[in-house]
């Protein structure tokens, strides 16, 4: 009885039970229950400035443009200051993963990565242009690699802006330093800058400063006036003396490993929000230097300026700590400051010509064409004196091809001592987006490799542009010409871009003058490596020429596409291809196709004495053996014979004063160059030294040397 009993309970208590556990999960089936994938990921980010500053405005723009990116999927958590601790601390919380975002100041991950230095050279830089130049460019990317092996992946540069002396005197000479206790960031090359300086350096964590110089523990310091602002140092100190001796950057890292632990699209978000807040970042903290400046001034602050005689002292100075931590940045980083450091120290009993030339990108051989004609002609130049008292020097600035790069490069130019002139090349598209900042600061511009009208026939009164290069209407009137009179039905190939309709009108206009028209037109944009569609319908229009008008990939697709036919097409191509490896990219296929491309000089074969000399320097100061392996010749005869002509315009105008060259330029007599025989190089009317009888045929031998063609008509 009792057993039946207590069957009967346990099973009402298991009724219950189920009863109670059904009730307790409303969930009636799987797919009700929630995703983790829909879940907000909040990730927090942590830099030392305070709220009321550029780059705490920057990082909560980022974070807005986060949410947005990612539909709401990710936040991020902003703190400002010092709320998650010292920069060294929340490196360290980077580092183990704590924190998944930093921005932090360069110089505060030295012990890091030493190279973290590079930017903290003092006296390197002039102006902000420079500083995003060299950010942005080569050598800042490599920094930014090279992070990848601690662990990190930062992928730009924020900043606080230039650096000032501040202290409770004037510090507008070295000797103001003697004996200073200077309060410095942990990183051993600012210190070792102050010691350079005959200051005793005090390293400090950012927020302690004003307590210290408040208490007398150090008696000056060096930030951006932002910094000074924000952190109420006007209060125990009043004078500024504005040095710009350096500037405060700051990088934008990732910790790799939580970062990678995201979606895909996730990473883009977060990497391209960074990214696209840079520019504002800076505006921010550019304008906001204005501002405060004037605040500043209206709390009691002294401003000193540092003149240029006391700066050329301190750079003295800092010249010995430049070469002694060559081995911490790197030689990698260290190849992309020579430039810089060239410019600054050696421009004094220099005078300067400015590169600014693709040298580093798919053009770099152009470029480095263009540079070597100018060292060789500044070799010889300086053997014999130099110009004016003073020998000549080199200031190279590598544009990568990019129109705003090269803009920023003229502007540094501008501001370099001693820049008597600038010399530009082969990106047409570049050199004609740099010429409204070239009349206005109106500077001497040399043109050795470019080809658009649209470089030359513009409306500024004066021009301050002088090409020794191809023009396209007088390569088209050759091009043309040499076709109409081989072949039948003519058909045209061309770069989508300002150069290719330059040409496409120029060659349109001497055809039509003959009763011609091209039997096809086809068109591609730059980038472009897949040329099939525009083959095929030059082959359905029996065209038995092409005109082409490409550079080296794009032009190399071309012929490559070619050579798969069965029925190869000859090709008369424009120079664009002789600027890179084009020889490499189809040695197969030029075995299959008959290419003819234009040149207007060429170190094979007989040369006048001029050209046997400069072919005889070329060759020992360079240690090639063939002259027919010397890359893009054209860029070494044109920018050596600019480089005489430049001597020559500022021996006759007797002045390095950049009116005074133009209007030199423009009146120099006959001249014997490399290239031509110049009757005169320029005029005022006329700013092309070359003229449509300076074109020749060449082509590719079996070694890959440009060879001039053999011509039988």
């Not at 980022?62 to 200051?81: P, Y």
């Not at 360069?106 to 420079?130: R, V």
């Not at 996730?266 to 004037?294: C, H, V, Y």
């Not at 871009?497 to 039509?512: C, F, P, Q, Y």
């Amino acid at each position: 009885m009792k057993i039946k009993y207590l069957s009967g309970v346990l099973g009402i208590i298991a009724i219950l039970v189920l009863i109670f556990f059904m009730n307790r999960n409303p969930v009636k089936n799987i797919a009700e229950m929630p995703k983790p994938e829909s879940q907000t990921i909040q990730l927090q980010f942590g830099h030392n400035m305070p709220v009321d500053s550029a780059i705490h405005q920057a990082s909560l723009k980022f974070a807005e443009l986060v949410k947005t990116g990612t539909s709401g999927k990710i936040t991020i958590q902003v703190s400002s200051g010092h709320e998650l601790g010292s920069d060294e601390q929340m490196l360290e919380k980077l580092l183990m993963g704590e924190l998944p975002i930093l921005v932090i100041p360069t110089a505060k991950m030295a012990t890091l990565y030493p190279p973290s230095q590079f930017l903290d050279l003092p006296f390197l830089f002039e102006n902000e242009q420079e500083v995003y130049a060299l950010m942005d460019g080569p050598v800042g990317k490599q920094y930014l690699k090279g992070l990848e092996s601690k662990g990190l992946q930062c992928v730009t540069f924020w900043g606080n802006g230039f650096k000032q002396f501040i202290g409770n005197k004037s510090l507008n000479e070295p000797e103001a330093f003697k004996d200073l206790r200077v309060r410095t960031m942990k990183s051993n090359l600012i210190m070792d800058q102050f010691r350079q300086f005959g200051a005793n350096p005090i390293p400090l964590e950012f927020s302690r400063v004003y307590e210290a110089l408040r208490d007398g523990v150090v008696d000056a310091q060096e930030n951006p006036l932002a910094a000074v602002k924000a952190m109420k140092f006007y209060e125990v100190e009043k004078h500024i003396t504005l040095s710009n001796h350096a500037y405060l950057a700051y990088a934008f890292c990732f910790n790799q490993k939580k970062l990678k632990e995201l979606a895909p699209e996730a990473q883009s978000a977060l990497i391209f929000s960074a990214q696209d807040t840079t520019p504002l970042q800076r505006q921010w903290i550019e304008a906001g230097n204005q501002e405060d400046m004037k605040d500043l001034e209206q709390l009691g602050v002294i401003f000193h300026e540092l003149d240029e005689a006391n700066k050329m002292k301190f750079r003295k100075l800092a010249k010995p700590l430049w070469d002694s931590y060559q081995n911490v940045i790197g030689e990698t980083l260290w190849q992309g400051l020579i430039p810089l450091m060239k410019n600054k120290h050696e421009t004094g009993d220099q005078w300067i010509i400015a590169l600014n030339a693709d040298l580093s990108s798919f053009a770099a051989s152009a470029g480095l064409a263009i540079k070597r004609g100018m060292e060789l002609a500044i070799d010889e130049i300086n053997d014999r004196g130099g110009v004016l008292g003073k020998k000549l020097g080199l200031l190279e600035l590598d544009h990568v091809g990019i129109p705003a790069r090269g803009q920023a490069n003229v502007q540094q130019a501008s501001v370099t001592p001693n820049v008597v002139a600038i010399m530009g090349g082969l990106h047409s598209g570049v050199i004609y987006s740099e010429l409204p900042l070239i009349h206005e600061l109106k500077i001497p511009y040399l043109v050795p490799w470019g080809a658009s009208n649209l470089i030359t026939d513009t409306n500024y009164k004066p021009s301050y542009v002088f090409r020794l290069s191809a023009r396209d209407e007088y390569v088209a009137q050759f091009m043309a010409s040499y076709a109409m009179k081989h072949y039948n039905r003519i058909g045209l190939i061309l770069e989508n871009t300002d150069w290719g309709r330059s040409n496409h009108e120029s060659i349109l206009a001497v055809m039509k003058k003959s009763g011609n028209s091209p039997a096809s037109i086809e068109w591609f944009d730059r980038g472009n490596s897949n040329l099939e569609v525009q083959i095929s319908r030059s082959a359905v229009a029996n065209v038995d020429v092409l005109i082409m008008v490409a550079n080296v990939v794009e032009g190399a697709a071309i012929i490559n596409e070619i050579a798969r036919r069965e029925n190869s097409i000859p090709v008369l191509s424009h120079w664009g291809i002789s600027g890179g490896d084009f020889f490499i990219k189809t040695r197969e296929s030029l075995k299959k196709v008959s290419l003819k491309f234009i040149q207007t000089y060429s170190f094979v074969g007989p040369l006048k004495p001029e050209g046997e000399k400069l072919r005889e320097h070329y060759l020992k100061k360079y240690n090639i053996l063939n002259p027919g392996q010397i890359p893009s010749p054209v860029g070494t005869a044109h920018a050596y014979d600019l480089i005489w002509l430049l001597k020559q315009a500022m021996e006759q105008a007797g002045s390095a004063e950049p009116e005074k060259i133009r209007q030199a330029l423009e009146s120099m007599p006959a001249f014997e160059g490399v290239t031509t025989t110049f009757q005169p190089p320029f005029t005022p009317e006329r700013h092309e030294a070359l003229d449509s009888q300076s074109y020749i045929w060449t082509v590719y031998d079996a070694e890959g040397n440009m060879v001039p063609a053999i011509q039988q008509e």
